[in-house]
């Protein structure tokens, strides 16, 4: 069979009934969500959602972990196959070291944007 190039491609139409009855996440986010969403394409995380990078883990360049007050808890995976957390207590200052695996971590003053 010969496709006549003057026959109406049905493709278009078919493009346009999927946009107009499937949303995304741009049409359907509102709020803090959207906010979140636009944020993330930019490359920010104005309300620090995401995981921040992983240190060497050294005491010379400890894991930051970031807080609005003076101490935090903090909970740390010592291996990754492990099912148990360590929590221990961070405070401002010095770099402290998780009591079980030995990871660095240091307590960063953080402002919130709002």
Request: with cysteine.
């Amino acid at each position: 069979m010969i496709l006549d190039k003057s026959f109406p491609s049905r493709r278009p139409q078919m493009d346009r009934e999927f946009t107009e009855h499937y949303t995304t996440d741009d049409k359907q986010a509102t709020a803090l969500e959207r906010e979140v969403i636009m944020a993330a394409r930019k490359g920010l995380d104005p309300y620090n959602i995401l995981p921040l990078k992983a240190a060497s883990d050294t005491k010379e360049d400890p894991n930051l972990v970031l807080s609005i007050t003076n101490k935090r808890i903090v909970g740390c995976i010592c291996v990754e196959d492990n099912s148990t957390i360590t929590c221990f207590g961070l405070h401002k200052g010095e770099t402290q070291r998780c009591p079980s695996y030995g990871t660095h971590y240091k307590l960063v003053p953080h402002q919130l944007m709002y």
